[in-house]
């Protein structure tokens, strides 16, 4: 008889000896900004971090990827909207009507499991809360508070096991049957100065929660019809306030549907290609994970150094940017091979035939605006 | 990216060096410039760590604040800054002085300079009052508006005046940190690649390291917290010197970075356009500045008509700058060859003769450049020419060396010896008309614009008005459903609603309800209509149509005088053509451009808009006042007009002159809709897939049956070929077709030979078309085939030989409004590594596969499932972003492509 590997044994064996840091919505969030990268893909669904991988098995030290200052002002922020039931929060949201008049319940799972020690009690504790008020709220149960703050969502990841998700907001008007994900964002509101890159990162977070609503609500047995939109809460700049915004984030559900549909099999495929017994814990295996090095990759992967290495030696034309990544590959070209072809050496394929042809043309044409 | 600059990218980084990538430099640095480098706490933007002000010969002064969180300390740092400041602010405000211009180190910078300007304009005077702040704060918002302008460069980033200029070898988000990117200015020493993550160690753009933050800087800002709670003066003071220190080192650092970086910038000639651009933006700040002065404040941004206005501003400078950049030889019109926006070749050929007094010179031009976006009917200028000459271009024909176009041109007073002639080497560029009158006109006709009425739904007469209409040609639309629509349209119509939306799928007889629109108007009514059109050859149609199904209504088609007009326009008894509106006209037809572009256009009871989604809101707005009832027809699901123009300004507003008029007025509640129930041209299985994938919210269905449109082949099957068409003329009117997975050119050398090969197959079959009870013989003109870019077209009639000039070969662009019984697309995301939003446009793939009566064979290599799982979304998102084309887009292919596969219409060729 086949024996059957439990998927948590799974998601540590494949990890080795590196600490475990289960995928939150930014992990996801960061799948989701290179799908194709299988390295980045397996690091994440073993339940680590490029990080982690770069610290414990390269030996070096991540850089700090945020200010202390920023930290601290974050976590004000947060504690200013959350105390006192959420007074200021409320009040931006019942301004911004996103919140009715008598939307004024709040629950504020974190607090309500404060004296839970245990840290595996406190979790499924704030994991059955949850689903209680989901529960509510799909049966149009009077009890279900208008602002859930901090509720913790338990996610399938397919061969990866689950994950617990922490939303810092869910949010509904009382003749709401769905609650909507809110973010706490400690940036200010510059109104359309606003960065759109910032807007952009809340929002993928909020379509991981999105999805992650979507996907306990099926197995609570709920409908699982989920909003298309979420909700970010900014700094109100010169003041402690908030100002609130509805955001689109249909594009962001479906990325993250798409990415946990497709790379939460990864884990079978990559103990597959590293042989039975082999762990991430080893250069070697890391470096058997084909990687999709691109030069956004900086913004958030810690291992983008080493792929960027790789990259180097091999003459990968993404070095240069996806333009010239999307010009070359077609023709299977290096930087290198291109190079030749600049120089004259005779093309060996049709496409190679091509891109000779538009380098030349381009050469031609820079030469003459010198 | 261009072909040029990655193959400069390439050259450099095998030479470990930037290379330049234009030898003249196409914007100006100020011979005075202002260099700000802002620092900002992180968490705390926008308020500031410290602001550094230098000038271009390295003296630099530091401002910084130790508490940046607190109000007032951060008030009297800009208080500080606005008096350094003020002596460049009276200079730039000078006659004759020198240009505006602030340069800074990165966007990033550039960005948060925009919120600090912001803050202090509109400083509340309950946190802090202080006259000069706001003085200075107004005088500093003009970089503000200036600064996504492309014609301006009052507000310049480091960086990006770099890459401008330089290409590096290494990707462009790596550029974005000025350090890294300097470090490829340096002699090659082999180590450049070691010296560029050395560099990229330390942060170059408004944030400082965390590890500094930590580090240095926290317990510096915590030991001045408490001194100064404690009132210890002294160790307070203490701490914000040693803070000053340290926050300088990091301000010399980046400004020193902006220096290296002018430097390299001021070594590349500036061009003659620079000129323009410095005098446009010295212009532009004193006459802000005359407006301060005299108590003007400009708003953040403007509301209503006024908003309008600056995006048709800006709209139009954006076009000209474009225009004028290819007139200078240098970067932007190498590109332009390369792309084929610019000709350039020899006149091979010229030819005179006279029409009437008019001297017509014909010209063909020859060129080695094998692709070009340019086709016939475009008008070209020439370039580098002290006279101006404008042409049509007649054919563009594609031969082995090159391209060769058939151009004429009309001589107009210009002597013979200045036409260009036999052997001149010539180079011409489109031709954009750039109404430099439009925004005076614009602001004349809002001026009076008052927001439309909101609608109400009255109980509609039940009077039959297609019985009316009858009585002056064919009437009714042939089917009872649409029939019941029209109807209602006409209803609203005689009712007086002051706005009617017909949105409608492809092929329901948008045009044809147009036409019993204008007849009933005319001819019941007695009242005159405005026809609005986007191109001439859609004016044209309308005309041609309307006049021949209602030959008693007088028609006018107004054209501008070098229009040059269709024979079958000027024969119909009852339609006049003129450059000016007439008298005694039932409906006058004319484009947009044209009627936006005159002072005194005709007015009328009806404006009826033709593809009314390609209006924009802001054209919109400026016919709204030539008539009191409008009504808007058109397919939603198509291609929308473009926007050049960066649209941050206006993302978050359903009222943005950037969206499509009829959509603003639907989303008002300002319009009554009518919807057409159902499309004749597409058969009922295409229209359901069409429906689903583009059409969310707006059922409709085909007026015939699979069964009833047909391909019959008399000859038997012989080839590979030839069982293909077999099979997709078997299982339904839109079937995929595919090659084995490949990355591919966008001129895909192997589904074009496809193409090919299917269509000489299905026209050498004796293939038969059922057509709803019709039977003909298919030829070469029942057939087209839709690209989505230029070259592929250009490519594809190449390879089609003879056979393309018969074939209808063209962009989706162009074949909106057609139909052919068969047609072939190229699936825009065959092939596509990673796909744009040009390429994920909806209305693109949508015009694609909803031109066929009959069949529509997709060719795609086998990838699109890949393409759209790879995808990765930009990260850019504007606050309050209403709609998303790019996820729509993406939605629409994911389903079609599903949807083959599961009905097993996707055939492996």
Redesign the interface.
């Known amino acids: 008889m086949a024996s059957v590997t439990p998927i948590p044994s799974l998601v540590t064996k494949l990890r080795g000896s590196v600490p475990e840091s289960p995928p939150d919505a930014r992990a996801i969030m960061r799948l989701?900004?290179?799908?194709?990268c299988d390295r980045l893909a397996a690091i994440t669904m073993a339940h680590t971090t490029p990080a982690m991988i770069l610290q414990e098995v390269f030996g070096e030290t991540p850089?700090?990827?945020?200010?202390?200052?920023?930290?601290?002002?974050?976590k004000r922020f947060e504690r200013e909207q959350t105390d006192r039931d959420a007074l200021r929060l409320i009040t931006t949201l019942l301004a911004e009507c996103i919140l009715g008049p008598n939307d004024v319940s709040v629950l504020n799972i974190e607090l309500e499991t404060l004296t839970i020690k245990d840290a595996k009690a406190k979790k499924d504790r704030q994991v059955e809360m949850t689903d209680e008020i989901l529960r509510w709220k799909a049966t149009g149960d009077p009890r279900a508070p208008a602002l859930v703050i901090q509720a913790a969502i338990k996610v399938r990841l397919g061969a990866a096991g689950t994950v617990v998700l922490r939303p810092d907001l869910l949010i509904a008007r009382a003749d709401e049957s769905v609650y909507r994900p809110g973010e706490l964002k400690?940036?200010?509101?510059?109104?359309?100065?606003?960065?759109?890159?910032d807007?952009?990162?809340a929002?993928g977070q909020l379509g991981v929660y999105g999805v992650a609503l979507e996907d306990r609500l099926k197995y609570l047995g709920l409908p699982s019809a989920i909003a298309d939109t979420g909700i970010?809460a900014m700094l109100k700049?010169?003041s402690m306030d908030s100002v609130a915004?509805?955001?689109?984030i249909?594009?962001?559900i479906?990325?993250v549907r798409?990415i946990i549909a497709?790379r939460s099999q990864i884990l079978t495929d990559t103990i597959h290609l590293l042989g039975e017994g082999n762990a991430l814990d080893v250069e070697k295996n890391i470096l058997k994970l084909t990687p999709c090095y691109?030069?956004?990759c900086?913004?958030f992967c810690a291992l983008h150094?080493k792929c960027r290495e790789e990259a180097?030696r091999q003459s990968n034309p993404?070095?240069?940017?996806?333009?010239?990544?999307?010009?070359l590959?077609?023709?299977h070209c290096t930087?290198k091979r291109?190079?030749e072809l600049?120089a004259g050496s005779p093309p060996v394929t049709?496409?190679e035939r091509?891109?000779q042809?538009?380098?030349l043309?381009?050469?031609q044409?820079?030469r003459?605006?010198? | 990216?261009?072909?040029?600059?990655?193959?400069?990218?390439?050259?450099a980084?095998?030479a470990r060096q930037a290379v330049?990538?234009?030898?003249?430099r196409h914007f100006p640095i100020s011979r005075r410039p202002l260099l700000l480098v802002p620092l900002q706490?992180?968490?705390?933007?926008?308020a500031l760590l410290a602001i550094g002000i230098g000038d271009l010969q390295g003296n630099l002064q530091v401002l910084s604040c130790p508490n940046p969180?607190n109000?007032d300390h951060q008030y009297a740092m800009l208080e500080a800054f606005s008096m350094e400041v003020a002596p460049w602010l009276s200079v730039w405000a000078c006659e004759n002085g020198d240009m505006p211009q602030i340069i800074c180190q990165s966007e990033r910078a550039g960005?948060l300079l925009?919120?600090i300007f912001?803050?202090m304009h509109y400083c509340?005077p309950s946190?802090h009052h202080s006259a000069l702040l706001q003085e200075t704060g107004r005088r500093l918002f003009f970089f503000n508006k200036r600064f996504e302008r492309l014609e301006s460069a009052a507000l310049l980033a480091a960086t990006t005046a770099f890459t401008q200029l330089f290409a590096t070898?290494?990707?462009?988000?790596?550029d974005m940190h000025l350090g890294a990117l300097l470090e490829w200015i340096k002699p090659d020493d082999g180590k450049i690649?070691e010296r560029v993550?050395k560099a990229?160690?330390r942060p170059a753009s408004v944030?400082?390291d965390?590890?500094f933050?930590?580090e240095t800087?926290?317990p510096l800002i915590k030991s001045y917290y408490r001194a100064e709670r404690s009132f210890d003066m002294h160790t307070a003071d203490k701490a914000r010197n040693a803070l000053h220190t340290q926050l300088y080192t990091e301000v010399r650092y980046r400004y020193d970075l902006i220096l290296q970086a002018l430097r390299a910038v001021q070594s590349i000639p500036e061009a003659p356009c620079a000129r323009a651009i410095a005098s446009g933006d010295a212009a532009s700040y004193r006459e802000l500045s005359t407006y301060i002065d005299s108590g003007g404040r400009l708003p953040?941004?403007f509301k209503g008509n006024r908003s309008t206005l600056e995006y048709l501003h800006r709209d139009q400078k954006n076009e000209e700058h474009e225009m004028a950049r290819l007139d200078m030889?240098?970067?932007h019109r190498?590109?332009a060859?390369?792309t084929g926006e610019v000709l350039s070749g020899t006149i091979v050929a010229r030819r005179t003769y006279k029409t009437g007094r008019t001297q017509i010179v014909e010209i063909d031009l020859q060129t080695s450049q094998?692709r070009t976006p340019i086709h016939e009917g475009n008008e070209l200028r020439l370039l580098d020419s002290t006279t101006e000459f404008r042409f049509r271009v007649d054919a563009v024909t594609c031969g082995v060396g090159g391209l060769t176009l058939a151009l004429t041109m009309k001589a107009g007073m210009r002597s013979v010896s200045e036409w260009p002639d036999v052997g001149d080497h010539a180079e011409l560029a489109l031709y954009r008309r750039t109404y430099s009158a439009k925004v005076k006109i614009a602001a004349e006709r809002l001026r009076n614009a008052s927001p439309a009425s909101i609608a109400t739904r009255l109980p509609l007469p039940s009077r039959n008005y297609l019985l009316v209409l009858k009585k002056n040609g064919e009437a009714t639309m042939n089917n009872k459903a649409a029939d019941v629509v029209a109807n209602q349209v006409f209803n609203a119509m005689v009712q007086g609603h002051s706005n009617i939306v017909v949105p409608s799928p492809p092929g329901a007889g948008k045009t044809y309800l147009l036409e019993g629109c204008q007849a009933l108007a005319g001819l019941h009514l007695r009242k005159n209509s405005l026809v609005v059109a986007h191109t001439n050859t859609q004016a044209d149609d309308i005309v041609i149509r309307t006049a021949r199904r209602f030959p008693r209504l007088r028609m006018q088609r107004l054209i501008s005088h070098a229009y040059e007009v269709p024979p079958e326009l000027t024969n119909l008894p009852n339609v006049i053509v003129s450059d000016r509106a007439q008298t005694g006209i039932h409906s006058i037809v004319a484009t947009s451009a044209k009627l936006n572009e005159i002072g005194s256009p005709p007015t009328a009871a009806f404006l009826m808009i033709d593809e009314a989604w390609q209006l924009r809101y802001s054209d919109y707005l400026m016919l709204q006042g030539l008539a009191g009832q409008h009504l808007m027809i058109g397919d939603f699901g198509q291609i929308r007009a473009l926007n050049k123009i960066p649209v941050?300004?206006w993302?978050?507003d359903p009222l943005g002159p950037h969206l499509p008029a009829p959509k603003v007025l639907l989303d008002a509640n300002q319009a009554l809709r009518f919807q057409l129930p159902l499309s004749r041209r597409l058969p009922t299985d295409s229209a359901e897939l069409i429906c689903a994938a583009f059409y969310p919210g707006m059922p409709f269905t085909g007026l015939s049956t699979p069964a009833m449109r047909q391909l019959v082949f008399r000859s038997s099957c012989k080839t590979h070929i030839d069982r293909l068409l077999d099979q997709a003329a078997a299982a339904g009117s839109m079937v995929a077709i595919t090659l084995p997975p490949?990355?591919?050119?966008v001129?895909d050398?192997g589904l074009i030979g496809l193409l090919v090969d299917l269509v000489n197959r299905l026209l050498a079959r004796r293939t038969v078309v059922l057509d709803d009870g019709k039977e003909y013989p298919l030829n070469a003109r029942h057939v087209g085939v839709v690209a989505s870019r230029r070259e592929q077209v250009a490519s594809i009639r190449q390879a089609l030989g003879a056979l393309a000039n018969d074939i209808l070969v063209d962009t989706a662009n162009r074949y909106q409004g057609l139909e052919r019984p068969v047609m072939f697309a190229l699936h825009p995301l065959s092939?596509m590594?990673?796909p744009s939003a040009f390429e994920l446009d909806p209305g693109r793939m949508c015009v694609s596969i909803s031109r066929h009566r009959v069949l529509c064979l997709v060719l795609s290599r086998d990838d699109i499932d890949n393409s759209l799982?790879?995808?990765?979304?930009?990260?850019?998102?504007?606050?309050?972003?209403?709609?998303?084309l790019?996820?729509d887009g993406?939605?629409a292919h994911s389903q079609i492509w599903d949807h083959l596969r599961q009905s097993n219409r996707i055939l492996r060729a």
């Open positions: 989701s900004k290179n799908p194709r850089k700090e990827a945020q200010s202390p200052f920023a930290i601290a002002k974050g400690s940036y200010a509101y510059l109104h359309h100065l606003t960065d759109e890159k807007v952009g990162q929002c970010i700049p010169g915004r509805t955001q689109n249909v594009r962001d479906s990325t798409r497709v691109g030069g956004q900086r913004n150094r180097t993404a070095l240069l940017g996806e333009e010239v990544e999307a010009m590959t077609p023709a930087i291109a190079s600049c049709p496409d091509m891109l042809d538009r380098l043309a381009a050469q044409q820079w003459f605006v010198q | 990216m261009s072909d040029l600059t990655a193959y400069a990218r390439i050259r980084y095998f330049p990538l234009s030898g003249s706490m992180a968490g705390e933007a926008p969180p109000r960005t925009q919120a912001d803050k509340d946190y070898g290494q990707d462009p988000s790596a690649f993550i990229e160690e944030s400082t965390p590890d933050d930590r800087l926290a953040r941004r030889p240098g970067r190498a590109e060859r390369l094998g941050r300004n993302a978050d490949s990355l591919t050119f001129t050398a092939g590594m990673r799982v790879n995808y990765i979304p930009e990260d850019d998102r504007y606050l309050g972003q209403l709609d998303d790019t996820y993406m939605r």
